[in-house]
């Protein structure tokens, strides 16, 4: 019999257990993606094949689970594995696009809680208690949002490394696999400087990002990633307050919201919804709010793409859920709606259901005022004794 040799002990060594079980603590196929990652590395030792690898399996199957906590834990949990699989001086660094852009998402969901938080205080407390809470809101919203703008800064940079500057003369060689990379990447420009200016531009993202992705957009086909090219574009236009040749740059992002719905893929929804909020322009966030949970409730999503979709949600709910807030104190029950479109009641029926105490079935209350046409109750006691005193 032929002893193995000390390469195949290693890759057996190596191998990744078998999962019966299909209950996994939290983390654990994000650790499972790790470690298969670096299987896969340690036997090709290539960047290259990281960046397959992490693309192509690891991020692809994730879009598929309309699960944003375990996406962007996902993401944290590769950042570090990646950069340790290959050379310092040469990266895998379309895989750390994508770590960095979902890690992002992670931090973010720590701003939105914040801003929340803020936003019930200011409604539903006052004097002292309202002022510290409020600012204590405040203070953990800007901390979030520094390491939210630092992750999306950093997945733009490591685009620009692997690509060269974005918007430039010429397009880059995008391979048709890698063009979700590209576009994530453009998202990660505009996404880190809005939150480093929200944040006081500590990152150093300036709205300089916003020339370079409107440019970078171009090498992208709106046809083929949901209309989301042309609402980065008209993003970028609406945030500057400018458009070529004199456009509208909110019909223009409309335009591209109407075109992504048809997809099943809402994101080009989503970021005119929060280039609206950004804006303060509250009925067009109304607007693109019901369009959103109608889009939902009438075209089906775009499985391969579920986790897009379900981000795009987050994103139009919580500027949803800060209107909601600011006139009720209270999230938004149903999504698509808004406080003005229904009279809210404080009672029992509050949740849109009959009221169970609408038929007394103990008949009438004794304790209620006596209509016009009915005679008191004592006055008639006193008309009938007076009737048997003068009976013989």
Not at 50 to 77: I, Q, Y
Not at 281 to 304: L, T
């Amino acid at each position: 019999m032929v002893s193995p040799s000390p390469e195949q002990k290693n890759r057996e060594q190596m191998r990744i257990p078998s999962v019966k079980s299909k209950k996994m603590p939290n983390g654990s196929m994000a650790r499972l993606s790790v470690l298969a990652g670096v299987c896969l590395a340690l036997g090709t030792g290539c960047a290259a094949k990281v960046d397959s690898f992490t693309v192509n399996r690891v991020m692809a199957r994730a879009s598929a689970h309309p699960d944003l906590g375990a996406g962007c834990a996902m993401g944290e949990s590769l950042g570090g594995a990646l950069e340790a699989l290959t050379k310092t001086s040469n990266p895998s660094r379309k895989a750390l696009v994508m770590s960095n852009m979902a890690s992002a998402l992670c931090s973010e969901m720590d701003v939105r809680e914040a801003q929340l938080d803020g936003a019930r205080a200011r409604h539903s407390l006052s004097g002292t208690a309202m002022v510290s809470e409020v600012k204590d809101a405040k203070i953990r919203e800007a901390r979030a949002l520094r390491v939210t703008a630092m992750r999306y800064f950093e997945a733009f940079k490591l685009l620009e490394a692997e690509y060269g500057e974005v918007g430039a003369e010429t397009c880059p060689k995008i391979k048709r696999d890698d063009e979700i990379v590209y576009l994530m990447g453009l998202y990660s420009g505009i996404a880190s400087m809005l939150h480093d200016k929200a944040s006081g531009g500590t990152v150093g993202a300036t709205e300089d990002l916003l020339g370079k992705v409107e440019r970078g957009t171009h090498c992208v086909e709106d046809a083929d990633w949901w209309g989301v090219p042309g609402s980065f574009r008209a993003a970028a236009w609406a945030t500057l307050a400018r458009a070529p040749d004199g456009g509208d740059p909110w019909q223009l992002l409309e335009e591209a919201a109407e075109s992504g719905e048809s997809s099943g893929i809402r994101l080009a929804r989503a970021v005119q919804v929060q280039i609206a909020a950004n804006a303060g322009r509250e009925d067009d966030v109304r607007v693109g709010v019901i369009s959103y949970a109608d889009s939902q409730a009438n075209i089906e999503v775009n499985p391969a793409y579920a986790l897009f979709d379900e981000y795009g949600r987050v994103v139009a709910q919580h500027e949803s859920d800060l209107l909601w807030i600011a006139e009720t104190g209270h999230r938004t029950p149903e999504f698509g709606t808004f406080p003005d479109d229904q009279e809210e009641s404080t009672g029992p029926d509050s949740s849109g259901g009959a009221d169970p105490f609408a038929d007394d079935p103990f008949g009438d209350d004794p304790f209620a005022e006596p209509s016009g046409d009915e005679e008191p109750a004592e006055e008639a006691d006193s008309e009938e004794t007076t009737e048997q005193e003068k009976t013989p």
